[in-house]
């Protein structure tokens, strides 16, 4: 039997997008799938589909503070929030939805042109994205703030720029959107949009807590957000 495609769809934004990064990134290597990062707009899905950030409502946000700390912890992903950090993001979020200011929307050009022409960046480029925004609490907007998560993420300064100078061409920004308008087409409304490409058919699933599920239709165990490597064979 061939091994699975499983598209992740992402934004930098999103807390629980990096949840279920880290945990597709440990299981890549103890299911029979093949995990392919799809960099997008989460200000455009939300546009498109009419969705609107889940803390805009109260009680929703003061759940929301509780289940990302419990959650963070029991993925063992550092994702750090407090209550100060709805009102960033959502700040981001609503202005991106309304093109007014697009929060974090020359990360994700970056994050695409890497994907474009440094594919091998790609996996600790977006980590050290969420990490700068979500452990550290900087900003990621700003040309020097990527190109400082660049060169965390191991890329040499002369290709940092590089990529940088790519992120107001066309051919970055059409790619961004196409993936977006793809994962809007799978039906993607948030995310993480993670997408099993089993038996000819894609099956859609929404947020970090459905990969358990996800396992149970593609015939992959469980083991839990932290599963244990298996030793390799002498």
Request: include cysteine; proline fraction near 7%; hydrophobic fraction near 40%.
């Amino acid at each position: 039997m061939g091994r699975t495609l499983v598209e992740l769809f992402y934004d930098v934004v999103s807390p629980y997008s990096w949840l279920g990064f880290e945990v597709l990134c440990r299981y890549q290597h103890i299911w029979n799938i093949d995990l392919r990062f799809r960099p997008a707009f989460l200000g455009g899905i939300m546009q498109a589909t009419g969705n609107k950030p889940p803390a805009m409502l109260p009680k929703r946000a003061e759940y929301l503070l509780k289940d990302i700390k419990r959650m963070a912890e029991y993925y063992q992903v550092p994702v750090q929030i407090s209550g100060d950090d709805f009102q960033r993001v959502l700040g981001k979020i609503c202005l991106s939805v309304s093109l007014l200011i697009p929060g974090t929307l020359g990360a994700m050009r970056f994050i695409t042109a890497i994907d474009m022409t440094q594919p091998r960046y790609l996996e600790p480029l977006s980590r050290e994205f969420w990490i700068r925004f979500w452990s550290q609490h900087e900003d990621i907007s700003q040309p020097e703030n990527i190109l400082a998560v660049a060169g965390q993420a191991g890329l040499s300064s002369e290709i940092a720029q590089k990529q940088l100078e790519m992120i107001s061409s066309p051919v970055v920004k059409n790619r961004l959107k196409e993936t977006t308008e793809e994962a809007i087409k799978y039906g993607a409304f948030g995310m993480p949009a993670v997408v099993a490409h089993f038996n000819g058919e894609p099956h859609l699933f929404f947020g970090s807590d459905r990969l358990e599920l996800l396992g149970s239709i593609i015939g992959e165990k469980w083991q839990g957000p932290v599963p244990s490597v298996p030793s390799p064979k002498m």
